[in-house]
């Protein structure tokens, strides 16, 4: 069986020496494991290539930037039936490998990745921001969308067999590339076993990482693998909250006990979660939509039947009746302020209800307009 090691590069002259060296090459050849060691220089201005050359590995270029691209530029060239991905400034222990891939071998695990939370964090490798708040945040948000349970997942050290590469769509570019991995994992519902890793301070030079830009991209894209818990869920309970607000007072205030009691003040908070929550809905399905189209998600039951009969001139159609009868309501109140001989008006309530299906109706027709051309580059969607 053949292995291959992949580890991306971008100016690490001072580490990625002592890293390829720590990789077991005897040990894992008396298992009867065959190496190749790829570095993939992601457009290092240092000597990074020649010394990761000199030292055993087989260089390639991406000369585009990014984690993403390193990595899938790796990918096309790895040869071995077990894939051992890691970074190059010496952080992680791959000295382990033939420990790390035995749940593979063992054929317990399709898909490995190490613990630096479960395991040790020497003194200085990780930053208090790091591993007190960023990556527990990412990794809790991470379990709860995608129901893993994982304790790191944003641990560079794995290890995965060619087939189960396969499976997993990967596509990002950048950093998202290591929420990319296992999410797509957990949805492809391979066989993940995580193993507890010493992770070390990094043998020279700068890291590459991004607290809060790098925090966010990784937020970003968890955002558009689930719009539905993220955008829809939380839009419809604003949307039916104030429409039930906007209803239950359109008649006049109600009396609760002694003197607390609901009146116009509610019904314009309703109007506001109305708006609101519509407004969050519209993103969940554009975001829905977009990921869709991008093949970042399948579409589900729901958002196959939208996409196949999703029609500009239906959805125009119903945005203008319903802009239409708020237009009437409005109309009814400037009606009878003209027959009172333009007086004091008393129509506060019949004018929320008026402006939210305004709003509503104006917020439809262009949000069908957008939808069109996000999409004009569906194929086959339904």
């Given at each position: ?197 010493k992770y070390r301070k990094r043998y020279g030079g700068k890291p590459k990482l991004s607290s809060f830009e790098d925090g966010w991209r990784h937020l970003r894209f968890m955002m558009l693998y689930s719009p539905t818990i993220l ?78 009969y999703n029609s500009l001139e239906i959805e125009m159609l119903i945005g203008l009746f319903i802009f239409i009868i708020g237009l009437i309501a409005a109309t009814r109140i400037i009606y009878n302020w003209i027959t009172t001989g333009f007086g004091p008006l008393s129509e506060l309530r019949t004018a929320i209800l008026a402006s939210t299906l305004m709003f ?23």
């Amino acid at each position: 069986m053949k292995i291959s090691i992949v580890i991306p590069a971008l100016n690490e002259e001072e580490a990625i020496g002592n890293t390829i060296k720590s990789i077991p090459l005897e040990e894992l050849k008396k298992n009867g494991l065959e190496t190749e060691i790829i570095v993939v220089d992601n457009g290092s201005e240092d000597n990074t290539a020649e010394i990761a050359r000199n030292s055993g590995a087989t260089v390639i270029y991406e000369p585009n930037k990014g984690y993403g691209n390193a990595y899938l530029k790796g990918f096309k060239e790895a040869t071995g039936e077990i894939i051992v991905i890691g970074d190059a400034d010496g952080t992680y222990p791959f000295e382990i490998i033939p420990e790390f891939i035995r749940p593979i071998l063992d054929n317990e695990a399709e898909f490995v990745i190490g613990s630096r939370l479960r395991g040790k964090i020497q003194d200085g490798a990780m930053n208090w921001l790091h591993r007190y708040i960023g990556n527990p945040l990412l990794t809790g948000t991470l379990n709860i969308l995608f129901h893993t349970r994982i304790s790191d997942t944003h641990c560079g050290m794995r290890a995965f067999t060619k087939n189960a590469l396969d499976k997993m769509n990967l596509k990002t570019p950048g950093m998202e590339f290591a929420s990319e991995m296992v999410i797509e994992a957990a949805r492809k519902e391979l066989k993940i076993k995580e193993i507890p890793i010493k992770y070390r301070k990094r043998y020279g030079g700068k890291p590459k990482l991004s607290s809060f830009e790098d925090g966010w991209r990784h937020l970003r894209f968890m955002m558009l693998y689930s719009p539905t818990i993220l955008f829809l869920i939380p839009g419809f309970l604003l949307f039916f909250s104030g429409l039930f607000l906007i209803l239950l007072l359109l008649a006049g205030p109600i009396k609760l006990i002694g003197n607390l009691g609901l009146d116009i003040h509610p019904m314009i908070l309703g109007n506001f979660l109305v708006i609101l929550g519509f407004q969050v809905i519209i993103l969940g399905i554009y975001t829905k939509v977009f990921s869709i189209v991008r093949g970042i998600i399948k579409p589900g039951r729901f958002m196959s039947f939208f996409l196949k009969y999703n029609s500009l001139e239906i959805e125009m159609l119903i945005g203008l009746f319903i802009f239409i009868i708020g237009l009437i309501a409005a109309t009814r109140i400037i009606y009878n302020w003209i027959t009172t001989g333009f007086g004091p008006l008393s129509e506060l309530r019949t004018a929320i209800l008026a402006s939210t299906l305004m709003f509503l109706g104006i917020q439809i027709i262009f949000s069908a307009l957008f939808l069109s051309v996000l999409l004009l580059e569906r194929k086959d969607l339904g």
